[in-house]
């Protein structure tokens, strides 16, 4: 494996830091004038690198990686495999690609990039929805294939009139929330518990707000908890207008039930960003014209992404000069390793 500066002399001075997936540039450059950067990605065989890496304190990876055979769990036995291991820094606001509960046991820092990417999240979220119901991708390619000159676009379905059901109303979901507003859409929400002082219509029950809605957005965090949320049953209870959004994760729906509900035109279209299995995307929602999809874009400005990528660093800067930890993850609110040696 590839550790930038890895004489003897730099392995017992400098700190030691696992990169398993490439990630911006900002990140690299910064992390390695402090630390001693092994390069799991660059490693033919992953195991002798990690055995060679047994002394790094922090990993810092993505969630999750948008390269084909980049996307590395971070796994309580990866942990195990890291004796010296205090902090788990993840770029993006996801997790999901963290055992944060097996973090949490060991007393592993988890941190993540929350607040500076809601809002071009969000923008992204009613970018697919505008696109979806108004078919915005479908007429434009009507355009550049030089069928205007043969006749009009298709008339389409409409954003007035509608309810948009979010699901987990959240930093993102909240953001959305207000640009629905803003557009005239009325807003309902499901969680596990309301929220203090929200706004918007309560459900308990995610098919009873399916049925009450004709857009369902989904904004609630990937996991265990949340797979396959989004299923058969919900989809028909949204019916033949609605609408899904997914800016979240792709296994909170369950993607079969979703190529079927669309084929038989129980509900009427939808907007991905996220997949069950990025970047690979099933083929029969490529072949459907009516679909809207992306590649895992939500966050995916340069400015946001700086901004995602600074955090990173200010979390694993934080964590070395023993100062408070900006932004840990609820499983492992601590601010301050209590493993640090230093
Ligand atoms: C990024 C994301 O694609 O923040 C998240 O949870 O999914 C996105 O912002 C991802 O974090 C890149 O590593």
Request: glycine share 8%; hydrophobic share 45%; charged share 20%.
């Amino acid at each position: 494996m590839h550790a930038r500066g890895s004489g003897i002399h730099e392995q017992v001075l400098r700190k030691q830091l696992l990169m398993p997936t490439p990630l911006p540039q900002l990140v690299q450059e910064t992390l390695e004038r402090r630390f001693l950067v092994h390069r799991l990605y660059e490693a033919s065989d992953r195991e002798a690198a990690l055995e060679q890496a047994r002394d790094v304190r922090v990993i810092v990876t993505g969630a999750p990686i948008l390269v084909e055979g980049m996307n590395v769990p971070i796994t309580a036995q990866m942990m195990d495999c890291l004796p010296k291991l205090e902090l788990i820094a993840n770029l993006g606001v996801g997790y999901d690609n963290i055992e944060a509960d097996a973090a949490a046991a060991r007393g592993i820092i988890v941190t993540h990039t929350p607040d500076v990417l809601t809002q071009e999240t969000a923008d992204t979220a009613f970018g697919l929805l505008l696109n979806a119901v108004r078919q915005l991708p479908r007429a434009e390619r009507f355009l550049r294939e030089g069928r205007w000159l043969q006749g009009q676009f298709e008339l389409s379905a409409s954003l007035r009139g509608r309810t948009m059901g979010i699901l987990g109303l959240g930093r993102i979901g909240a953001a959305i929330a207000r640009r629905a507003e803003a557009f005239g859409v009325q807003v309902a929400y499901h969680n596990r518990k309301p929220v203090a002082d929200a706004p918007y219509r309560y459900f308990n029950n995610l098919i009873d707000m399916a049925r009450a809605c004709d857009i369902l957005m989904i904004a609630v965090p990937g996991g265990a908890q949340t797979r396959h949320l989004v299923n058969a049953s919900v989809l028909e209870a949204l019916g033949p207008q609605g609408v899904l959004i997914n800016i979240a994760r792709g296994s909170i729906v369950d993607e079969q039930a979703l190529i079927e509900a669309l084929q038989t035109g129980k509900i009427l279209t939808v907007g991905l960003d996220v997949f069950v299995d990025e970047p690979r995307v099933p083929q029969a929602l490529i072949d459907m014209e009516h679909v809207v999809l992306l590649p895992h874009v939500g966050s995916a400005s340069q400015a946001t992404r700086d901004a995602m990528s600074m955090v990173v660093v200010e979390n694993i800067f934080a964590w070395d000069m023993g100062i408070d930890i900006p932004c840990p993850v609820p499983e492992t609110p601590w601010r301050r390793s209590s493993k640090q040696a230093n």
